[in-house]
């Protein structure tokens, strides 16, 4: 079946250090792919998508590029802030093309630690 | 502001006891999930709403029920048959279940046994 698997944490990062999560998937057909973003006792936020091979999602300095090739969907932002600490979602939404259902399945996240 | 509003959001559950989670939404969103979370884990999907008047189970649907008699509305009762109910719900909407809309998230209920 379709599965999400991403790069355990936690990750512990200096204040501008350069962030990469990585997320690779298994599916079949073309799902769409998401990064969400969960703060401490708060649910989960959107944070960027993409939805066909090659397609870079992006928002607030954090990118990612769906790579068909390896699928994979890696999480990366050029200069992190104490204020990114969170958890991080790598997410997948059944393809189109395998009677989509809207269904999300989920990666079990990497936690972002960010020191001063 | 329109979003999707869960309460409570601390509950506490007796042994023997059956439980309702609310959620409500004002997006006029067609689609409503539940998920469970666990510490360290990813969400797991126990159930799921395409239109009003219409449900499917996910993957984790034992011990727990749903009804969606109106679009804004889609409550999660914790049955007694659920022995390890302990967790974070997250209940979350999308515009529509086609076309790979990304879904919207409340602030959840953590739920506790007494």
């Known amino acids: 079946g379709n599965s999400v698997t991403q790069m355990e944490g936690p990750v512990t990062l200096s204040e501008e250090a350069f962030l990469t999560i990585n997320c690779t998937y298994t599916a079949t057909g073309y799902p769409s792919l998401f990064w969400y973003v969960q703060y401490p006792g708060e649910g989960l936020q959107l944070l960027l998508k993409a939805t066909k091979a090659d397609d870079k999602g992006s928002n607030k300095g954090f990118e990612a590029t769906y790579r068909k090739e390896t699928t994979s969907f890696h999480l990366e932002k050029g200069s992190v802030q104490v204020s990114d600490s969170a958890v991080y979602f790598c997410a997948l939404s059944d393809p189109i093309d395998s009677g989509n259902t809207g269904k999300l399945i989920f990666g079990q996240g990497t936690t972002l630690q960010v020191k001063p | 502001d329109g979003g999707i509003t869960q309460s409570p959001k601390y509950l506490f559950r007796k042994e023997g006891q059956n439980v309702t989670l609310s959620c409500e939404q004002n997006l006029n969103h067609d689609a409503m999930y539940w998920y469970r979370q666990d510490p360290g884990q990813g969400l797991r999907l126990i159930y799921y709403s395409q239109i009003v008047n219409d449900f499917q189970k996910g993957d984790i649907a034992e011990g727990y029920s749903v009804s969606r008699e109106k679009k804004e509305s889609f409550p999660l009762t914790v049955t007694s048959a659920q022995k390890n109910p302990t967790a974070f719900y997250l209940c979350?909407?999308?515009?529509?279940?086609?076309?790979?809309?990304?879904?919207?998230f409340g602030d959840g209920t953590r739920l506790s046994i007494l």
């Open positions: 979350a909407s999308s515009i529509a279940w086609r076309d790979n809309q990304p879904q919207h």
